[in-house]
């Protein structure tokens, strides 16, 4: 027995339905990234305020090394160098790292560094208060530079956590990118 | 009845002739076969992209393409044969017995049906194009993940669009697959009376417009990163490439239920059958296949355990996907149920149902090995899971619709196709398909990885037995073209019940049915069903 009324009705809520979930799609984004800071998965840093950083309690009984590693994306011509290989830290303290980077060619170029900390479930408690990344950096033809971070190691990680690695890799800013091509 | 509807009638009864019935169609049976015919011919296409790979497999060392030109034929091997051959195939099965299993005039939205099949030439057409173009076609694989889709050529935005138009199409499909289920129903056929050809349909279109404009959205964002200037997946400005497999496989998983789903229905009609007792297990069947389809979304990233996901995450989506085991093992203790003490015969659709049996549940077995988290990471991007997906997908859904042609072709025509030459096709079918896809099992295990043109000599045996194998299949799904073709010119004629274990409305039909069948709605009764 033919329903028209339904036919519609049915059709209506269904397209409807098909929009929605092309939207969740897109939502999946924000999701994830969300989901990401929650966990600390993707290597996602840890962030410390200068009000939070002057309460810190120092374990010096603990010691924690830290490892430091560079990578420079495809068509980049920098060369990143971390100027210290591994620095012992105690969780609590603050600690300045640097890096040097330096543009290579005869070209002004825009980076930009993604930081990324493994192990992840050591990730969170890493914290940042000042940091190179995201932002971009214009570096004249030959130019080098001294790059700083800023951070401790959080006195809650977990104890099984012997040593973390930081990495910083220095993608061509997309700004540059299109100037380019 | 008024005089008026019926005169209608008789006014729609002259179908248009040539090329304006089947451009215009907006008659169920008509674009039921036009999708089959559609379905056959890019199941040639995809097929003789195979016979490429697994030509160029036959020995060690680069023979007769360069690995670009392989590259494109691994993908778009993929994508006709997901996209082009068995969704289509199924859409048509849909467009062609759902009204008649209901007790339907017809479906309930004819015109966006015909726009629905009328879109897929123009999608393969752009897909197929840019085989032909400088650059050569899509090569990144089928799962289309940056960043090394993005560096695909000129082909980049035909894929695209070419994904786009799929999607749009088959949400059409189930758009209307569901309203008519829904609301076209003859009086007493009440959905725990549907035919579980139907059900399964009804949950498939659910899967469709639940999965497929995710795929759309990632496949947009894939645009828009290469040449719009976004980051979604662009590390450089924030994005992550993962993010992508994600959204992928969110889409994906569900996809291969969308693949396997109809299978599963056609298999519960054939199977009853040919063993002359109702199908075993009835609402257990309803409720499996819908918990297969619920639990489709929380399982994705068992395609992705190798990405580096914290170890809660691999034990949840290791745990969720050995959960589908449990609503599939009910589906499958059902149909060895049915056949347990029936007086079973074994005609070519029968033969085609138990190897469909047999093989999915071995395809299943290697599924679960798969979803092992730390078994994968051996197994992961092998041929292992080469060897998994083809049992699934080509000893599973092929075989079922291949069992379907077989079971309504007679219903189709009118005309009993020639049996002995089936029997041959499905011998041929069933050896070959095994000798070609179960070495690869072992193939995967020894290491050798998957989409590849070159490979280490150790290799060599078992991928000369596969690439025989492949061969000898791809032959003899010529004479399953040829048993059509001599079906559709004539034979002996069909009964309307056609065979003797036969349940259902569509039987009540004369053979082939009527151009508009059920203008006047049956009465649909519990004894319809009954042996």
Redesign the interface.
Known sequence: ????G??KR??VI??T??????????A??PL?DVF?EV?G??GKTGRISNAEASKLVVDNQRFITIQFDSNI?GNLAWKLKADQNILKVNPGKFYVATYTVENMINEEIVG?A?PSVSP??ASLYFKKSDCFC?RNQVLKPGEKKKLTVRFEVDKDIPKDVESLTLSY?F????KD??KAS | MSSQTIADHDHHDHKPVGIKRWLFSTNHKDIGTMYLVFALIMFFIGGSMAMVIRAELFQPGLQFVDPQFYNSMVTVHALVMIFGAVMPAGVGLANWMIPIMIG??DM??PRMNNMSFWILPFAFALLLGTLFIDGGGPAGGWTMYPPLVLQTGKAFPYLIFAVHFLGVSS?MG??NI??TV??????GMTLMRLPLFVWTWVITAFLL??????????VT?LLTDKYF?T??F?????G?P??FQ??FW?FGHPEVYILILPAFGIISQIIPTFARKPLFGYASMVYATASIAILSFFVWAHHMFTV?L?ITGELFFMYATMLIAVPTGVKVFNWVATMWKGAMTFEAPMLFAIAFVILFTIGGFSGLMLGITPVDFQYHDTYFVVAHFHYVLLTGAVFALMASAYYWLPKWTGYMYDEKLAKIHFWLSAIASNVLFFPQHFLGLAGMPRRIPDYSVQFADFNMISSLGGFAYGISQLLFVYIVIKCVLGGKKATSQVWEGARGLEWTLSSPPPFHSFTK?PKVTKALMDY
């Open positions: 027995m033919t329903k028209v339904g036919i049915t059709a269904l397209t339905v098909t929009l929605l979930m092309f939207g969740f799609g897109y999946l984004v994830y990401c966990t998965l993707n994306n930009q993604i992840q479930i995201f890799t993608f061509r800013a997309l990118n299109k | 339907a005039p309930a939205l949400i189930a758009i569901i309203a829904f609301n076209m129903r003859a009086p417009i639940a999965s497929m404009p995710v795929l759309a959205g990632a964002m200037g980051s979604f662009n590390a450089a400005g924030g992550d993962v993010l994600h959204i969110f580096g914290p709605p």
